[in-house]
């Protein structure tokens, strides 16, 4: 099974597919490398796609130290992939941990990323103290339930919240599929990356300076029934200059699997635009306008 081995000693498990100019997928807390096949199966066909399993999440190693995780060492994982497959840069694309993973990604290492497709990011909640708190202790409070209860028994809780039912009422079969896959995961992984990652991270409403920095274009693509998105998403398109936002109709929080054509048409149209220096920065007068002829 290939592997790389990441600066800090950790083994990822990845997959590659296709030729072309790179495209890497970060899969979300819910999902796996598997969750992007859609994807692979349509992108592979013009570019050279790369997944990998996040660390905490096999084929992949579960560190038992909570300290060896971390958004920074999530966005450094990416890097540390890239330059095992001797790749400068390339198109990233993040669903719900792997957004911000990708967000980390573009703070961290300026001018690695092609372009960046934000899907269904969250950031960490707000930046009131007491909301903070709160989310905190609901991550804390998720990573309990997972020592205690087991994977199976918090799939059933996890894949049944009112931002998975739209998947699951369009595609039941994909969804089985899904809830399936994240009750067959890591109970060690999930709960060290509930902690060291989603309980710690700094909401990127507090970055906001960091954010300006970027300079590659962003796509970023919310479910318009996943409202917890929606936020961090206006947030983006504020502050990060070549940003776009695609808000997608009674979709929740897994965009790729729920709508995979709409998903991959908007993806493939935002690589085509990138592609052509298409996509500017707000306020960027780039285009020439030609008069209709008479």
Not at 61 to 67: E, F, K, R, Y
Not at 87 to 97: P, R
Request: charged share 25%; proline share 6%; hydrophobic share 35%.
């Amino acid at each position: 099974m290939p592997h790389i081995k990441t600066s800090d000693g950790i083994r990822l498990y990845y997959e590659e597919t296709g030729t072309g100019d790179p495209v890497l997928f970060l899969h979300e807390f819910g999902g796996h490398y598997m969750s992007w096949e859609p994807q692979v199966r349509y992108f592979s066909r013009r570019y050279r796609c790369i997944t990998y399993a996040a660390r905490g999440w096999p084929p992949s190693d579960a560190p038992d130290d909570v300290a060896s995780y971390s958004q920074a060492r999530a966005a450094d994982d990416c890097a540390d992939v890239m330059a095992a497959l001797g790749v400068e840069k390339a198109h990233l694309v993040g669903l719900s941990m792997g957004a911000t993973a990708a967000i980390e990604f573009a703070i961290r290492h300026p001018g690695k990323a092609t372009a960046l497709v934000i899907a269904a990011g969250g950031g960490g909640g707000a930046t009131d103290p007491e909301a903070k708190a709160r989310f905190k202790e609901e991550c804390e409070g998720f990573a309990r339930r997972i020592e205690q209860e087991g994977m199976p028994a918090m799939a059933e809780l996890y894949c049944t919240s009112s931002s998975r039912n739209t998947y699951r009422y369009k595609d039941p079969r994909g969804w089985a599929e899904f809830k399936q896959q994240f009750a067959d995961g890591s109970a060690k992984g999930h709960v060290m990356t509930m902690r060291g990652v989603q309980g710690a991270r700094q909401p990127f409403f507090e970055r906001t300076e960091e954010l300006k920095k970027i300079t590659e274009p962003m796509l970023v693509v919310i479910g318009d029934e996943d409202e917890s998105t929606h936020g961090l998403a206006v947030h983006l398109k504020k502050h990060v200059p070549r940003s776009g936002v695609l808000e997608l109709p009674k979709c929740g929080h897994t965009i790729n699997l729920e709508e995979p054509a709409a998903f991959n048409a908007a993806v493939q149209d935002f690589f085509h635009a990138v592609e052509r220096d298409r996509w500017p920065a707000r306020g960027e007068k780039t285009y020439t306008l030609i008069p209709p002829s008479r």
